[in-house]
Each structure stands twice: as structure tokens, then as C-alpha cells.
């Protein structure tokens, strides 16, 4: 096994050796990896400028202004920060085939190595997301869009945005979800190292211009159809009219699929005025479109790595709750940058170091928990439904279960415990052992338990949509009641066509008029 921190220690040691003349050449100057110290740790969402200006000092016994740390922040150049995080994410790539083992565990990568994945692709979900910052004493919305290493869960690239404008919220907001297009399709004509790479991506990519650019440069994609499309209901496309940007039904080549397939959900809908909620069983089809070979890349692994897209959004909520991402309180764009790049960098150290402490303490991603027996004996056992809980229970307390790192709280630990050590290159096993026994905590939990994606917050974006579904859901049954369906707008006529495929009884179609308030 690799020793992962002394080669740690020397890649910091050799990357800062070339920048440590950057910096004003003083008696009293203010050394480079202090500058470094107190940039990483502003990236922190917890962190002001003076509690980062503090920390910096005391941590390297030497009394600075924080205008000092920031007038040199502002020295060091961007492409220090880049050329950092592409040796950090190479030396992630050498090193963790040593972990392999744990990797797999905390990414639940199992299910998938069971189709014997070509080692050499790069399966990499991509999505935009928005931060603002403030030009000019207004605020500011700039668009990202990212690349994610779905199996190794470690962030890619910032794609280049340069060419799409930041727009000014006080005023206008023009904000358009074609400029992610715009920027993928940037990507992918400009850089020569993706060739291994398996692009997976929402239904917001399913345009024939992403879809050409992905073709022309021999490039493989799993990308979710929009419903409307005229392609839909077709096995295989014709390559040279989707080349040639021809909506034509000739579909003739293999090499280019479309998979149809069903997840079942039960949607729970909510009636604001009453405070009543309503269950309804949901069948819904989708359609994904993919030309990878259907020998090596079954349908059923099509699904499988078209679910994994979702572990971007997982790194969106880590990035908004653990840096300062949502909000750049920063007037200078490279600066922002900068800081982009730096909370990256954290990302794969951090993952680095749990993932080196677990496997010393392989005893803590135990994939079996023992059931709370509170949960069952608190409940009516009059009630048959549950005495077969409770009976279930005494049969077999144990349930498999993923284990998962608590994100927020070993960060909190990589700052306090592991930075000022590691630009430092000072980086120990007891200095690791502090991180593992008071840090890095495993959240387990029970196999395919899943939530809804709501928000109990007012006014925030998914408490509004779970109300909005009541509204959404009224006008369709009125459409329905009324036989007006062809009325509604694309979206709203898919979804009256998918809700009387899924209640087909006049029982349930009552229940949910009487629900309505639907006379």
C-alpha cells in the first residue's frame, strides 16, 4: 500500500517551492503558504475575513493585517490554483486504486461493478449551477457548469464560461438555461482530453445541437429525452440526420438507442387550505438516449449510470453547505475563480484523508445496523399492521444498510485539524488519527430508503413547488373533466396523459376531485 501522506507532504512541498518568490520581498513579508492558509480557510462558509485573518496568525505565531492577506491573494496568479487542483485530482487518480475497496462501499459502486465497467472510461455527470457575487455594489448571477466523476464522486472541471455574460439581478434578470448548452458544447469542441469519457446529463441537454457536437467528436453520452421530442417512440436513430440536424423519423442505425423505461413512486400532494395530504400512486416512463454499445452497456446498466447523474447534485448541496459558493461576497471575478478551485481542491483532500483513515478503521463501515426497537413497540400493537412489524422485528433485528461520511463534519475537522499541517507539508498519522476519532463520523442508512425532495423552509424554492404541484395538479383535472387536454400547454399535457393512464378507477378520480375542492 502506497503511503499516502508522506507522497502527500512532497507534492505540497514541490507544487509551493515554484511560487514562494511571488511575494514582496520585505523583512516583515507575508510568506506565501500563510497567504494560501488564509484563502483556503475563507472559503469556508462559517469564516469572516478577520476570524480567517486570526486563525492565519495564531496558527503561524506571526501578526498580519488581513488587507496584507488579501492585497497578496490578489498576487498569486489563477493558474497556480488550476495547475494545483489538475496535480492534486492526478494524484487522486494514482492513489486511490489502493482504496478501492472503500471507495466502493461509500459509493455504493457495487451494483455497478457487477457489469465489469471499462476501467478506462471516465462516466462524468454534468450540470450547471448558479453563485452570485457582487460588481459594483449590485448583485451579480454567474453560471458554472461542472463535470462529476459520478464513480469516484470527486469534481472534474469547471467548464470555461468567459463567453457568457454575467447577469445583473438588481436590474434584469435575463438568465437563460441555454447557456449550459453553450457551454458544454464550448467544452467539448476545445478539449482533446475527454476521448474516455461517458457523458450523462438531464433532460436539459436533450437538444440536437448537444447531441450532434457529443457525435461529431466520437464521444459517448447517456442523456434523458425530453417527453416532447419528435425522436420519442423510436428503437434507433438514423446518425447522419441527427448529424446533419434533421429532425427526420428515418431511424435506421443501431449505433444511436433509445431506452424506455418506468419508475414507480407514490407522489404525496398536499391541500394548503385544509392541511390535508393525498397519495397517489405514479407509474412514469422515460426515455433515455445513449450510443453506447448494447453489449457492453446493457439497458439495464443505462438506467443504473443514469442515476448515478444525481450524485452531481449531491456535490451542489455539499458546495453550498460547506463553502462559500451560493454567495461570493467578492468584487473581483478572478478572485472568485480562485476561490472556486480552492474549494475543489479541499473536496479531493478531504475525501483523501476519511478515505485513508477508513482504511485503518475498516470496522466502521459495517454495512449491517441493528433496528430501533423503539420503533416498534412504541406503536398500537391492536393494529395487525403492526404486530407484523413488531414480528418481523424479533425475527431479525439487523438491516443491511449504505454508510455514508458525514461531509459537514469532517470538513469542519480538515480545517481545524489538517490544513495549517498540510501547507506545512507537516501532515502526520497522528495528526489523522485526531481527524478519524473526533471528525469523520458514518451516517448509515437503510438500503433504497429515498426522500422527497421538499423543503419545510418558507418561501425557499422546493417548499413553493410542493404547493405548486396542488395548483399544477387542479388545472389538469379540469382539463380532464372538461375534455379540454389539448388546451393545456406540452409540459401539463404529457402529465394529464400520464395521470389518467395511472387512475384509471372512477373511485380514485373522485377521491382526488372531493380533494380539489372540484366541483
Known sequence: MSDLIEKLNVLIKDEFFNYNKILNKRKNKVSFKSVLEYAFLYSNINK????????????????????????????????????????IKLFYDSEIKFFKNITDMLHNNEVVNEFNLNDNKKINACDGICSNNIKNNKLYTNLDVFSFDVIEEIPLNIMDNVNIEIFNNNVNNKSNKNHETTILNNFI??????????????????????????????????????????????????????????????????????????VYSTEIVKNKTKSKELKIKIKQKYYLITNLSEVEYPNKLIEILYK?????????????????????????????????????????????????????????????????????????LRYSKNKKKRDEFIENKYINCTSKVNLSLSFDGFYKLILHELINENLTEKILKKYNDNYLQIIKNETNRTFKRESIMPYSKWYIKKYHKTYELKKIVNAIIKDKIEDLNKNLKLKAKDLMENIKDKTTFVKLKDFLNIS
Open 189 to 262: 469542441e476545445n478539449n482533446n482530453d475527454i476521448k474516455n469519457t461517458i457523458f450523462i446529463a438531464d433532460r436539459l441537454y436533450s437538444t440536437y445541437t448537444v447531441i450532434n457536437n457529443l457525435e461529431i467528436n466520437n464521444l459517448n453520452y447517456i442523456i434523458r429525452l425530453k417527453e416532447n421530442l419528435d425522436i420519442i417512440g423510436k428503437k434507433y436513430i438514423d446518425i447522419d440526420k441527427i448529424k446533419n440536424l434533421n429532425k427526420s423519423n428515418t431511424f435506421n442505425n443501431k449505433k444511436i438507442r433509445i431506452i424506455e423505461y418506468y
Open 308 to 380: 448515478y447523474r444525481w450524485k452531481i447534485e449531491i456535490y451542489f448541496k455539499s458546495l453550498k453547505n460547506n463553502f462559500k459558493f451560493d454567495a461570493f461576497y467578492l468584487k473581483d471575478k478572478d478572485e472568485i475563480l480562485k476561490l472556486k478551485y480552492i474549494e475543489m481542491i479541499i473536496f479531493i483532500l478531504n475525501k483523501m484523508c476519511y478515505v485513508y483513515c477508513l482504511n485503518k478503521n475498516k470496522n466502521k463501515l459495517n454495512t449491517i445496523k441493528e433496528k430501533k426497537s423503539f420503533s416498534v413497540y412504541n406503536k398500537d
Open 48 to 87: 469572516t475575513k478577520e476570524i480567517c485573518k486570526a486563525e492565519t496568525n495564531i496558527n503561524n505565531n506571526i501578526v498580519h493585517s488581513r488587507s496584507s492577506y488579501e492585497r497578496n491573494f490578489k498576487k498569486i496568479p489563477i493558474d497556480f490554483f488550476i495547475n494545483f487542483y489538475n496535480k
